[in-house]
């Protein structure tokens, strides 16, 4: 499975972006997505994680009431859905794929499959 995180870019304090996640040479709609952003000098943190389903789904307190998680299995994607963007959400951010889809997982080890990484710059 090959993963690519795209829609980031450079926003204000207050404004809204959607990441989404492409996946190709597999089909994901077994598999747990996760989205995991990382500063420089720090370990990569777990924002957001669904199950394949989507009946399940996670998010970490300091993105709930403003981030979503969705995914659309038909089209091989997932997404990331951030409102009320925040100077604190900074960071580079990755999509992750887990076979084992009826869990969301929360741990970057947990991941097998990983998406290079876009950045999302939100000034004040």
């Not at 989507?54 to 089209?75: A, E, L, M």
């Not at 963007?85 to 970057?108: F, H, I, N, R």
């Amino acid at each position: 499975v090959q993963l690519q995180a795209f829609g980031g870019g450079l926003v204000q304090a207050g404004d809204s972006l959607r990441l989404s996640c492409a996946a190709s040479g597999q089909e994901i709609r077994h598999y747990a997505i996760g989205w995991f952003r990382q500063v420089p000098g720090k370990d990569r943190d777990v924002v957001a994680a669904i199950s394949w389903s989507g009946s399940t789904t996670y998010c970490t307190d300091s993105v709930k009431g403003r981030f979503t998680i969705s995914r659309d299995n038909d089209k091989n994607m997932a997404y990331l859905q951030m409102n009320n963007l925040k100077p604190e959400d900074t960071a580079l951010y990755y999509c992750a794929a887990d076979p084992w889809g009826s869990k969301v997982p929360t741990s970057v080890s947990e991941y097998d499959y990983w998406g290079q990484g876009t950045q999302v710059t939100v000034s004040s």
